[in-house]
């Protein structure tokens, strides 16, 4: 795979009186798939209400290719909302936390539920399932 191919996560991030907010741009990511308008978009997750993995408040994900990075940082600085973008390794922690670049206020993760080194949980399901 060369590195404009590599995976990515983005983790949308929502408080209850955003979730409409939220799901505004989850539904904007959902036609910008079959429409070509964002080429590398792969999947585009539900809305998460409440705590999911290291995520400790309601969130949603959605997977592309590095080279829809551009795109994607555009839209979610441009979303009002906290977003945490990581590319897809198999070292789970540093994903989340070294490799990782937050949009907005960052949120303390629960660290203690991620994939050991060597390890990720998420690249199997890439592209196909979220939580």
Do not use: C
């Amino acid at each position: 795979m060369n590195d404009a191919d590599a995976p990515y996560h983005a983790h949308v991030y929502y408080m209850p009186a955003q979730r409409d907010q939220a799901d505004a741009l989850r539904l904007r990511l959902i036609a910008m798939k079959p429409s070509g308008e964002m080429p590398g978009l792969l999947f585009v997750g539900q809305l998460r209400d409440g705590k999911a993995g290291p995520h400790p408040i309601s969130q949603f994900e959605f997977h592309y290719l590095k080279h829809a990075l551009p795109a994607v940082l555009e839209i979610l600085e441009g979303s009002g909302l906290t977003a945490l973008v990581h590319p897809l390794t198999d070292d789970d922690l540093a994903d989340h936390t070294t490799l990782a670049t937050w949009i907005g206020d960052p949120i303390e993760l629960d660290l203690s539920t991620l994939d050991p080194p060597g390890q990720n949980k998420g690249v199997p399901r890439f592209g196909k399932t979220d939580f």
